[in-house]
């Protein structure tokens, strides 16, 4: 049977469109959304432009890509400033020595940043190609023809078909997952259009006069307006369509052949709409280093405006403060921002290699160093703390009140024995019965290589049949069923099939069904058993409203307590026999109140509770999901590491709260609260109030209150979650979920971090200061959005504790040595120019000054990526370390300073040093000066390393050889035959030990005395 929806089909199985097709509207088909008349199956007949259906995750074009790097490098000061620089030397009166001096320093820059951006902008390109290419079949009238996605247009009919195995719905109907759109893992039912099924086949469908009017594209997910008419019947056919009739974008078939009319695309697709735009993340960590580099330059131009204020401003002054500005400007080191990178590409590398975690991937390689200052952790149920795909049922307790008394020796053998016997056994078969019957499952058939598809279904084979339902929860309920004898093995829309141990096929015909709503916590169905001809009413539902509607009884809540204490979702079955008159005048008041057109729900459910009352209590059932590998130990190492996790959810209250309580999310030792629905400013300020007064207390509150709260008292309701030691959020909007994010970071300053592996996920993940992405059986959405993806939760532990805190370390000691190094030349370089009357000639020229920060030292100085200051396996272990990094102490004003005078320090004996011990030549001062001044760095180098790498050794080795062979080519500034005497050897021995010595004594003192944490366990 062939089925028709209103659908956008373009993205049920990739990545959502995150970006605009182009900047501007006009192309994309304007900008304003309007409603929409499209007919079927003739796209040329369209009202107005609709935006192309591509998506397009690149920055550049082949046009735009040069200039657009090139102005992102130098719309930051720092690279600008060194433009400037080599610009100036084509001005004779301001150059210092030769062009390639400054120009090959900043080309070295600029060729390694536009390649990562290349490499970086051709992955996106071929995702996108991917992802655009991607093909389906189309309904024309020249038969069924293949079109890539790129291609579908507003009013096509596309045919989509089940993922996994083909498999036809049952009447027309049709099951389908959106996990990916609402973050609801449960199955969703969805019906089509009544009029179309009864054409013969899906081409004729281009042969009527039809056409579908729809409201304007919006972000709502939930609801759908619009009308399908066909003018070619006598009379004209009109239906309404709901949000049953539709199919959006990121939702995937689960059964069925589906044939829908395109109504969006594009920016105009639902899933897009609830998808913020991504923001270009820069990390706190060069956010600070930029901080520093302005420090710095500050620092540059004080020392030239006293230079040339110590010569009194004679002369053309203004120019001296330039030639001072260059001669100086050292102190801001080019090389700082292309060492971090490349540190960062490092960083990545390791992420990506460790056999830990693996399958871990890198598709932000700018923000390392954000995973190790996190504060705050923000994630998702699905997939994340809960493994849905591993649901099972832990217990099905049937809690008859007579199985309780068991009866005694004495009991049995009495005349009544065998009669309370039979009794317990037919309530047990009948709550058996009540569980395979009140839901909403449908079994489905497939082919499974031996058995064909029509075969299975007319057999009711065990080994092709499958399961689907809008909730794995039940599925799990009738799974269990059949694992004790009762199995559902047919079901349409007004019978259902039930087989018995013995054979047997048991009919039921489906009177009446009451679907479950969270409004009324239950759902309920009304059968007639086809060889009795009894007409049965079955419930089940939350304790909390079926303890209200049950008979009296003395152990139902006792159980519900103990069941719900063990984390497991319960449900209260109940049943009640009808006569024939009982249940028609019960249809005559029901199809009476579904007619109202005012107050209609409210009617009908007067009419449903009219049954729902002194109702017999069958058994209670309890689901829990099964939590993931490491779920609990790595929830606990972040919290130990001072990370507080938030888990924001689609999920309905009650199950985000029971698996909050499962993961251990919420420890035994802590409250709960509840926040209470509220709808109005007074409700919301009533329970703040009722809220301030708990006191470490973990927080579960609703999304619609969460956005009344934030509405009326956003600064209080955060002041207060934020002191909480968890928070739940269910029921939560994607754009909410990127709104607490956004709120977090404005309200605390802190560092965020978001996980999710749907495609809901995404506006959270983008928003928060490092995403993380989670690949598995929801799909890859989250994980090509992210910056870090993970394939399972437990790997998050590693990625923070480990790689995070190393690279936050790493790159701290980096970017101070990049400095220390660049200080101490132009200490130098001060004092050089002050004992030599503050002329502004340069101590250093051509390429002594080049291979100062290239070849000599870069190796070793850039080898500091491989240190860490304990093992991995120490990290994990006590995750407090973690939590030392987030007061932000190893890249500090405190610190800097440090550096700053160690580099002051050592440059001004190096150089005093060079010209007390220079005999008569003005190049042995370069020679002495120049040669301390490598050891020195190279020994820096070994006094700063943790934990040596071979790698590190190799480097110092490199280095110092390299400098020692370079000495043939440098005889124009070093004289080859002085630094061959034994003179020059103790001179560069006396000045280096001097420099250094001292603050080899001044560490180990410190380690002696007040070693750091992480050195009192590697001892």
Same mark, same amino acid.
Request: aromatic share 10%; with cysteine.
């Given at each position: @049977?062939?089925?028709?929806?209103? @659908?956008?089909?373009?993205?049920?199985? +990739?990545?959502?469109?995150?970006?605009?097709?182009?900047? *501007? $509207?006009?192309?994309c088909g304007g900008g304003d959304f309007r409603p929409r008349t499209v007919w079927l199956g003739h796209p040329e007949k369209r009202e107005q432009r609709y935006p192309r259906n591509v998506i397009n995750n690149q920055k550049y074009n082949f046009f735009t890509f040069l200039p657009g790097v090139l102005f992102n490098q130098f719309k930051y000061f720092f690279n600008l400033y060194f433009l400037l620089?080599?610009?100036s030397q084509f001005v004779n009166e301001l150059r210092l020595g030769a062009l390639y001096t400054y120009w090959v320093p900043l080309g070295f820059v600029l060729i390694i940043t536009i390649m990562r951006e290349a490499v970086e902008e051709m992955r996106c390109f071929l995702r996108d190609k991917e992802v655009n290419s991607q093909i389906y079949s189309k309904l024309s009238t020249r038969g069924t023809v293949k079109v890539k996605s790129s291609g579908i247009q507003v009013g096509d009919l596309i045919i989509v078909e089940k993922t996994f195995v083909p498999d036809f719905c049952h009447?027309?109907?049709?099951?389908?997952?959106?996990? &990916?759109?609402? !973050?609801?893992?449960? *199955?969703?039912l969805r019906l089509p259009v009544a009029c179309t099924q009864r054409l013969p086949t899906a081409a004729d469908l281009l042969q009527i006069r039809s056409f579908v009017y729809a409201e304007e594209p919006n972000i709502d997910i939930h609801n759908f307006i619009?009308? =399908?008419?066909?003018?070619?019947?006598?009379?004209?056919?009109?239906?309404?369509?709901?949000?049953?009739?539709?199919? *959006?974008a990121s939702t995937v078939i689960a059964s069925g052949t589906v044939v829908g009319v395109v109504i969006y695309t594009g920016k105009e697709l639902r899933s897009v709409m609830n998808t913020s735009n991504p923001r270009h993340k820069i990390g706190l960590f060069d956010l600070e280093v930029n901080c520093l580099t302005k420090i710095l330059f500050g620092a540059l131009v004080v020392v030239s405006l006293v230079m040339v204020a110590l010569q009194h401003f004679a002369g053309r002054w203004y120019l001296q403060i330039f030639r001072f500005l260059l001669l100086f400007s050292n102190i801001v080191p080019i090389s700082l921002r292309v060492n971090l990178d490349m540190g960062k590409m490092v960083y990545s590398w390791m992420i990506k290699k460790d056999?830990?975690?693996?399958?871990t991937g890198v598709r932000a390689s700018t923000i390392p160093? &954000?995973?190790?200052?996190? $504060? +705050?952790? @923000?994630?998702?149920?699905? !997939?994340?703390?809960?493994?849905?795909? =591993?649901?099972?049922?832990?217990?099905?307790? #049937? %809690?008859? +009140? $007579?199985?309780?008394?068991?009866?005694?020796?004495?009991?049995?053998?009495?005349? !009544?024995?065998?009669?309370?016997?039979?009794?317990i056994s037919s309530r047990v078969h009948e709550a058996v019965k009540a569980i395979a019957l009140v839901h909403n499952v449908t079994p489905a058939y497939e082919s499974n290589g031996v058995t064909d598809q029509a075969e299975a279904e007319q057999h009711y084979e065990d080994t092709c049949r499958v399961y689907q339902a809008s909730s794995p929860d039940e599925v799990s309920l009738v799974q269990w069923t059949e694992s004790v004898g009762l199995t559902l093995v047919g079901r349409d829309q007004s019978s259902m099939q039930l087989r018995t141990p013995s054979g047997q096929i048991l009919t039921f015909t489906i009177l009446q069904i009451f679907p479950f709503t969270y409004e009324s916590k239950r759902m309920g169905i009304i059968v007639r058993d086809e060889s009795t001809g009894e007409i049965t009413f079955y419930l089940k539902g939350a304790d909390v409203v079926m303890a209200g509607i049950v008979q009296y009884n003395d152990w139902l809540e006792e159980e519900c307590g103990n069941m719900a204490r063990e984390g497991l979702r319960v449900l209260v079955v109940a049943k009640k026999s009808l006569t024939e008159e009982q249940y028609q005048d019960f249809e005559a008041r029901y199809v009476q109140a579904k007619l109202s057109v005012h107050d209609r729900s409210l009617k009908v459910a007067t009419v449903i509770e009219s049954l729902e009352m002194e109702m017999e209590l069958l058994c209670l059932t309890g689901v829990e999901d099964q939590l993931q590998a490491d779920v609990r130990p790595t929830l606990e190492i972040l919290r130990n590491a001072g990370i507080k996790v938030w888990m924001l959810t689609g999920d309905k209250l009650e199950t985000a709260t029971c698996t909050a309580k499962n993961a251990h999310l919420v420890t035994r030792n802590q409250d709960i609260h509840v926040f209470r629905p509220v709808t109005t400013r007074s409700e919301a300020h009533l329970e703040l109030n009722a809220f301030r007064r708990k006191h470490d207390c973990a927080l579960v509150i609703s999304g619609d209150s969460l956005e009344v709260c934030l509405k009326f008292y956003e600064y209080e309701f955060m002041e207060l979650a934020c002191q909480c030691p968890a928070v739940v959020c269910c029921r939560c909007a994607p754009t909410q979920k990127a709104q607490i994010v956004r709120l977090l970071q404005e309200r605390t300053g802190k560092l965020t971090c978001a996980v999710g592996d749907g495609g809901n996920d995404v506006s959270m993940i983008q928003e928060a200061d490092c995403g993380v992405g989670v690949e598995g059986k929801e799909g890859k959405q989250a994980s090509l959005a992210a910056d870090f993806s993970i394939t399972q939760f437990k790997h998050l532990g590693r990625l923070l504790m480990v790689h995070g805190r190393n690279s936050y370390k790493r790159s701290a000691a980096l970017s101070q040595f990049v400095i220390h190094r660049s200080l101490c030349i132009s200490t130098m370089q001060a004092v050089f120019s002050s004992v030599f009357y503050f002329a502004s000639v340069p101590l250093y020229q051509g390429f002594l000054i080049i291979g100062y920060s290239t070849i000599y030292t870069m190796f070793p100085v850039f080898s500091l990526v491989l240190d860490k200051d304990v093992k991995s396996e120490v990290a994990m272990l006590y995750p407090e370390l973690y939590k030392d990094l987030l007061k932000g102490r190893p890249l500090s004003f405190k610190t800097f300073l440090l *550096?700053? #005078?160690?580099?002051?320090? &050592?440059?001004?004996?190096?150089? +005093? !040093?060079?010209? #007390?011990? =220079?005999?008569?030549? =003005?190049? %042995?001062i370069v020679a002495i000066s120049f040669t301390s001044l490598i050891l020195t760095e190279l020994l820096m180098v070994a006094l700063t390393v943790q934990t040596w790498h071979w790698l590190m050794i190799v480097a110092e080795l490199l280095s110092l050889a390299c400098y020692i062979a370079s000495l043939v080519f440098l005889h124009e500034f070093i004289d080859l035959y002085f630094i061959t005497t034994l003179s020059f050897v103790w001179k560069v021995t006396a000045i280096t030990l001097v420099s250094c010595l001292p603050l080899y004594i001044l560490k180990y003192l410190r380690r002696r005395f007040s070693p750091p944490s992480y050195s009192k366990l590697t001892s």
């Open positions: @049977l062939i089925t028709n929806y209103v @659908l956008n089909p373009i993205e049920d199985l +990739y990545r959502i469109d995150t970006k605009l097709c182009c900047p *501007w $509207s006009r192309c620089l080599a610009c009447k027309g109907s049709c099951f389908l997952r959106t996990d &990916q759109l609402d !973050g609801e893992t449960d *199955w969703k619009g009308t =399908f008419t066909r003018e070619d019947g006598d009379p004209p056919v009109s239906e309404s369509l709901s949000i049953e009739n539709t199919l *959006w056999s830990k975690i693996p399958g160093e &954000q995973l190790g200052r996190i $504060s +705050y952790l @923000l994630t998702d149920k699905t !997939g994340m703390i809960s493994c849905l795909r =591993f649901l099972i049922l832990k217990n099905v307790a #049937l %809690h008859i +009140y $007579s199985l309780w008394r068991k009866p005694s020796q004495s009991a049995s053998r009495a005349p !009544g024995a065998t009669k309370v016997r039979k009794t *550096w700053v #005078l160690i580099s002051i320090y &050592q440059g001004s004996i190096i150089m +005093y !040093g060079a010209l #007390l011990l =220079f005999e008569s030549e =003005f190049v %042995h």
